[in-house]
DNA sequence: TCTGAAACGCATGCTCT
DNA sequence: AGAGCATGCGTTTCAGA
């Protein structure tokens, strides 16, 4: 399950493959040293036990007239586990909140959200963010302009770790 | 190039690989209504054109050891363009920062950050991003617990938009 | 658990519509 | 621009070390 230690050869497809999802097996098993098909049945076991989660192209949200990504600062006036849950469930059911973290601090949540334009968020915002049971604060930060946007984890981190304490 | 016009294939396909961005191009094809070879091709264009950026398996950050995920709002002394690009070229070389966004209001970035654990976050905070020059303000809030974590954009949204406005 | 061989299915170029 | 066909390559199973 997840929890098994990974090899270093499991570390290597995982890094492979979060930087290129697509690539075929024999490039894979190429790249990480085996033949192909042990390589094989290593992917298959990383993504049955939960180490991937899946594959996804990225597509590019401006062209396709996702003009604007906005985060949502939203403070809850209760905090009891059953609110913050009934929240949590909300976002999951708003197609332009595409993340919902739970923070420690001022705020109860950020939200990253996206919008073809200005005014539909604004009416996502007025008509169903505000008006949600609960929601005391919301405070809003347009994106001027996204400046790094690398998915997954930093896998070079990873194995300098690894090497100092293995 | 990125700017023609998408028809409902071309989003069907977008879409779908979105959604599994490993899917072999005959099921894509089956699923999309056409044979595999135009099928092919426009996933190349869509490649070409930028509307597909890549691809990346998703990996869990938790499993593999990165513990913690923060977002850190960090303001500077000066917002003239030279020290903006600065401080995102900064940001683009440090590996725990997996994404670094411009907003308007009254923090300048947003950075959400990954970390092996609490220390090794406190480390990069006071030994980098802290001793940054022109760095004026950090507030850092750990992520609690992830409640929606979508990739991408809602196809749905932008199909029944385009079916009100065609 | 790996490698190597072999069967099968997919990717992809070509041609025709 | 899409369909059908052909072929070379990738995927996947199986046997054996």
Redesign the interface.
Known sequence: M??TR?DPID?KI?AE??????MTNVELAKRVGISAPPCLRRVRTLEES????????????R????EV?V?AMVGLASQAESDLTAF?EK??NW???????????E?D??LKC?A?DLSSFQSFLTGQLLTTPNVESV?T??????????????F???ES?LKNAP
Chains 1, 2 share one sequence.
Do not use: W
């Not at 493959?17 to 697509?22: F, H, N, W």
């Not at 939960?50 to 949200?61: D, F, K, L, P």
């Open positions: 997840a929890g990974l570390r995982l493959l979060q930087a290129d999802g697509r939960g180490y991937i989660r899946g594959y996804h192209a990225n597509v590019n949200a062209e396709l007239g996702f990504q985060f949590e976002c999951r197609p332009l909140v595409r993340e919902c973290h739970m923070l420690n601090g705020v949540f950020l996206v073809p405070k930060s347009l994106v001027i302009r996204p400046a790094k946007d690398e998915p997954g984890v930093p070079d981190v990873l770790r």
